[in-house]
């Protein structure tokens, strides 16, 4: 069974430009979860999609929005990338609506220059 | 919201040695998990504990969720254990995981 899938791997923007990350959870798994983790910290939550809808956001400017698909992959746009936005964004999926174990892709590494 | 604490925030250990790393949290939850980040960043699941214990090898964990406490046990460590190890409890209607600073452990050969 394939695990959680993100893309890019890495990705370089400068400041002010939009980045576009993906993420394709478990097969079978509907929650998809968004975290951003700046070099050095723990993580912080960003924001929850179940079924289509967003569920919860963490404490994050409007910059930070997303979307979740059909088939439940999901993007994370970052408009208007300042400095402080370089980190780890990782994504998790679960298989139960916002409960149950989450599991992690291996991350997109953003650098805004 | 939920607070979280681990300790120690580092831990260096020679190969063989056994630790324990410990997770405080300050509200009731009903989802906790221990994670292990690896240099590259990836997040490996450990366990999945609100309460109980659980045992994979040689990692064993303890949720005390009356007490708000739960414990993760490495034995013989081995150089690959090294990295973060994370505790994130979760509880409430947000669902979310809130995550420790975690503790960073070396194993030296």
């Known amino acids: 069974e394939a695990g959680v899938t993100q893309s890019p791997t890495h990705l370089i923007k400068t400041r002010g430009q939009q980045a576009t990350l993906r993420c394709s959870p478990i097969?079978?798994?509907?929650?998809v979860y968004w975290y951003q983790q700046a070099l050095g910290l723990g993580l912080q939550f960003l924001l929850w999609y179940d079924e289509g809808e967003e569920r919860n956001r963490g404490n994050f400017p409007p910059r930070f929005s997303g979307r979740q698909f059909p088939n439940y992959s999901s993007e994370l746009n970052v408009n208007a990338l300042e400095l402080e936005d370089s980190a780890l964004y990782l994504c998790?999926?679960?298989?139960?609506?916002?409960?149950?174990?989450?599991?992690f892709g291996p991350g997109t590494r953003l650098t805004v220059t | 919201g939920i607070q979280v604490e681990q300790s120690p925030p580092d831990l260096i250990l020679q190969e063989g040695a056994n630790s324990t790393l410990r997770c405080n949290f300050s509200d009731s939850v009903n989802n906790l998990q221990w994670f292990h980040q690896n240099p590259w960043g990836q997040l490996i699941n450990l366990f999945y504990?609100?309460?109980?214990?659980k045992q994979n090898g040689r990692l064993s964990a303890t949720t005390v969720a009356t007490e708000r406490y739960s414990l993760l046990y490495i034995s013989s460590s081995q150089t690959t254990d090294s990295g973060v190890y994370f505790c994130a409890p979760g509880g409430g209607s947000n669902y979310q995981l809130i995550w420790g600073a975690g503790t960073k452990l070396i194993i030296k050969p």
């Open positions: 097969s079978g798994h509907t929650s």
């Open positions: 998790a999926s679960s298989q139960l609506a916002g409960a149950g174990e989450q599991y």
């Open positions: 504990i609100p309460s109980g214990t």
